[in-house]
């Protein structure tokens, strides 16, 4: 099944980038919108992305003139005649899709390949429309399509081995890299990164910590290429919230459930980037502005932050509690960290200060070790969640005075930071560990390997690191405490540590069975 020619039958934002694809990749492509201002607008945003990259001198204008030339408009399914592979990316709607799927049948010729780039969707109930179904396959792209590398390749029960080996093939040829994956709601990437995406949304709803910080926290925090709130309005608001209901509707529980701020921002035409606005603003260009940070990476060098007190959460909270050694060693790493900022540090609690500071983890747990000390009012926490980005924590008790002294401490240290309530996780960690559960949780259902996760997650969505190598990164037993405390903490078992994740935790090895 070689394929020579294709047809693209939807040309917004994902349909012109993968119509740019494809012509990129020396194939014919029928651009295909029945509506002449649409078509007029697909064509437009073909033509605009091969200027921008003459203007940054990836393309010559030769090669961007050979490349638009390859783009033929069509404004119909019969357009697609002398296509091999037709690919839909029409909105999300199972009665539409299965309206072209029909189409293409009486149109077009019966062994083409009908290719569907739902993100939500059942693939089987799309190709279900079709009289031969076993040419239906799913076709995923990632957004931005010319950039990410990945293609899921969806199978139904009925595709035709020959079709998926050929779309296969193509993606390869597109210089993609195809994952093939079986019809499950989301796949794998969409099916990860969506949940984490809505806990996102969620956390900024419930006034649990600034858009800024949410996205700083995912991006300095955990190294991912954008904060989760400008990702959703980068897939577009109506796309994610249509993805979430589907896994709703297939796997129920809190991760899925859309937090009512994507419908509110939705109905309200926020729609993210296409729609001018979403979480973020985008007045000229594709850039968020933002104004509400109160994460910043401290370059200047504000005021003398005064001594320092240094509370070890093992050593206040006396013999018994569940503290364990490795705390210890966070205090005195931040009070060598202090100390060498030429700042003056105490361990002793009752030592005259401004400020005193609970070395916390990931789980926190201020208030107590700070009451122990009798400093509950100057008390603030903070949990280095990467050498350069801290997380401060104000409890309910912390004085102004002391949280602005604690500011100037972190900007004396030279570190980005982020605000975090005090409740298990933090705002890195509860970003972070529910994704990698819900990572773990799909290995342990057999549905993909360790491999195919994090190879979704990196050529899919520009991770530098997938879901599992972070999981080794931070080790089981860190990820099994943060969650627990995270079940303990809301009784949601979304957060329950996978029995998968704790065994391998026990055992001392990782998901894949080697030892860590
Ligand atoms: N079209 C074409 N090229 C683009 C582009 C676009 N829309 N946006 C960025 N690029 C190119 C740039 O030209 C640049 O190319 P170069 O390296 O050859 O010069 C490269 O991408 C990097 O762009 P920038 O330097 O401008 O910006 P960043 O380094 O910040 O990268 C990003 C931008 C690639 C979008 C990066 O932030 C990223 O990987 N983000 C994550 C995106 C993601 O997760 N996508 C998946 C969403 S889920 C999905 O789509 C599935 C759906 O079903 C919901």
Same mark, same amino acid.
């Given at each position: 099944?070689?394929?020579?020619?294709?047809?693209?039958?939807?040309?917004?934002?994902?349909?012109?980038?993968?119509?740019?694809?494809?012509?990129?990749?020396?194939?014919?492509?029928?651009?295909?919108?029945?509506?002449?201002?649409?078509? =007029?607008? /697909?064509?437009?945003?073909?033509?605009?992305? #091969?200027?921008?990259?003459?203007?940054?001198?990836?393309? +010559?204008?030769?090669?961007?003139?050979?490349?638009? /030339?390859?783009?033929?408009? /069509?404004?119909?399914?019969?357009?697609?005649?002398?296509?091999?592979?037709?690919?839909?990316?029409?909105?999300?709607?199972?009665?539409?899709?299965?309206?072209?799927?029909?189409?293409?049948?009486?149109?077009?010729?019966?062994?083409?390949?009908?290719?569907?780039?739902?993100?939500? #969707?059942?693939?089987?109930?799309?190709?279900?429309?079709?009289?031969?179904?076993?040419?239906?396959?799913?076709?995923?792209?990632?957004?931005?399509?010319?950039?990410?590398?990945?293609?899921?390749?969806?199978?139904?029960?009925? *595709?035709?081995?020959?079709?998926?080996?050929?779309?296969?093939?193509?993606?390869?040829?597109?210089?993609?890299?195809?994952?093939?994956?079986?019809?499950?709601? %989301?796949?794998?990437?969409?099916?990860?990164?969506?949940?984490?995406?809505?806990?996102?949304?969620?956390?900024?709803?419930?006034?649990?910590?600034?858009? =800024?910080?949410?996205?700083?926290?995912?991006?300095?925090?955990?190294?991912?290429?954008?904060?989760?709130?400008?990702?959703?309005?980068?897939?577009?608001?109506? +796309?994610? @919230?249509?993805?979430?209901?589907?896994?709703?509707?297939?796997? %129920? %529980?809190?991760? =899925?459930?859309?937090?009512?701020? @994507?419908?509110?921002? *939705?109905?309200?035409?926020?729609?993210?980037?296409?729609?001018?606005? %979403?979480?973020?603003?985008?007045?000229?260009?594709?850039?968020? =502005?933002?104004?509400?940070?109160?994460?910043?990476?401290?370059?200047?060098?504000?005021?003398?932050?005064?001594?320092?007190?240094?509370?070890?959460?093992?050593?206040?909270?006396?013999?018994?509690?569940?503290?364990?050694?490795?705390?210890?060693?966070?205090?005195?790493?931040?009070?060598?960290?202090?100390?060498?900022?030429?700042?003056?540090?105490?361990?002793?609690?009752?030592?005259?200060?401004?400020?005193?500071?609970?070395?916390?983890?990931?789980?926190?747990?201020?208030?107590?070790?700070?009451?122990?000390?009798?400093?509950?009012?100057?008390?603030?926490?903070?949990?280095?969640? *990467?050498?350069?980005?801290?997380?401060?924590?104000?409890?309910?008790?912390?004085?102004?005075?002391?949280?602005?002294?604690?500011?100037?401490?972190?900007?004396?240290?030279?570190?980005?930071?982020?605000?975090?309530?005090?409740?298990?996780?933090? #705002?890195?960690?509860?970003?972070?560990?529910?994704?990698?559960?819900?990572?773990?949780?799909?290995?342990?259902?057999?549905?993909?390997?360790?491999?195919?996760?994090?190879?979704?997650? *990196?050529?899919?969505?520009?991770?530098?690191?997938?879901?599992?190598?972070? #999981?080794?990164?931070?080790?089981?037993?860190?990820?099994?405490?943060?969650?627990?405390?995270?079940?303990?903490?809301?009784?949601?078992?979304?957060?329950?540590?996978?029995?998968?994740?704790?065994?391998?935790?026990?055992?001392?090895?990782?998901?894949?069975?080697?030892?860590?």
């Amino acid at each position: 099944m070689e394929i020579r020619a294709v047809a693209v039958i939807g040309l917004g934002t994902m349909g012109a980038g993968i119509a740019e694809v494809f012509a990129r990749a020396g194939l014919p492509v029928t651009g295909i919108e029945a509506d002449p201002a649409a078509l =007029a607008a /697909g064509l437009a945003r073909i033509t605009a992305s #091969l200027d921008k990259a003459v203007a940054r001198g990836k393309l +010559t204008q030769a090669e961007r003139d050979a490349i638009a /030339g390859r783009v033929t408009p /069509g404004s119909g399914p019969a357009d697609a005649a002398g296509a091999d592979l037709v690919i839909e990316v029409i909105p999300e709607q199972l009665g539409l899709k299965r309206q072209i799927i029909a189409e293409l049948d009486r149109s077009g010729r019966p062994d083409s390949i009908i290719a569907t780039n739902t993100s939500s #969707l059942s693939v089987t109930a799309i190709a279900a429309a079709s009289a031969h179904p076993g040419r239906v396959v799913g076709m995923h792209f990632f957004n931005p399509a010319p950039v990410m590398r990945l293609v899921e390749v969806v199978t139904t029960v009925g *595709t035709d081995p020959a079709v998926a080996a050929a779309v296969t093939e193509l993606a390869r040829r597109l210089g993609k890299t195809p994952v093939q994956v079986t019809d499950r709601a %989301g796949f794998v990437a969409n099916a990860l990164l969506l949940p984490y995406l809505n806990h996102a949304a969620r956390l900024l709803e419930t006034g649990y910590a600034t858009r =800024a910080d949410i996205d700083a926290a995912a991006t300095e925090g955990i190294g991912l290429p954008m904060g989760p709130l400008a990702l959703l309005d980068l897939i577009g608001l109506d +796309t994610s @919230l249509a993805v979430l209901d589907v896994l709703r509707h297939e796997f %129920g %529980g809190s991760r =899925a459930t859309p937090a009512p701020i @994507l419908r509110r921002l *939705t109905d309200a035409g926020r729609t993210g980037r296409k729609g001018g606005g %979403g979480f973020y603003d985008y007045p000229e260009r594709d850039a968020p =502005a933002s104004a509400d940070s109160s994460f910043s990476a401290n370059a200047d060098r504000p005021a003398d932050p005064g001594t320092v007190t240094l509370i070890d959460p093992v050593a206040a909270a006396g013999p018994g509690d569940a503290a364990r050694p490795d705390h210890s060693e966070r205090a005195a790493d931040l009070a060598s960290l202090i100390a060498a900022a030429g700042i003056s540090v105490t361990r002793n609690p009752s030592h005259p200060s401004d400020l005193a500071v609970v070395a916390i983890g990931p789980q926190g747990g201020v208030l107590g070790p700070a009451t122990a000390a009798g400093r509950a009012a100057d008390s603030v926490g903070l949990h280095l969640a *990467t050498p350069a980005l801290a997380e401060l924590v104000a409890t309910p008790l912390t004085s102004p005075g002391a949280l602005a002294a604690a500011q100037a401490l972190v900007a004396r240290l030279g570190l980005a930071v982020v605000r975090a309530p005090d409740r298990p996780g933090l #705002l890195v960690g509860a970003l972070l560990y529910p994704h990698l559960r819900d990572a773990i949780t799909m290995v342990a259902d057999g549905y993909a390997s360790p491999a195919d996760v994090d190879a979704a997650m *990196t050529l899919g969505c520009g991770y530098p690191r997938g879901p599992m190598r972070m #999981l080794a990164d931070v080790g089981l037993g860190q990820a099994v405490d943060v969650l627990a405390a995270m079940h303990a903490g809301y009784g949601d078992p979304a957060f329950a540590p996978p029995p998968l994740l704790v065994e391998c935790a026990r055992a001392g090895i990782g998901l894949d069975g080697q030892p860590t």
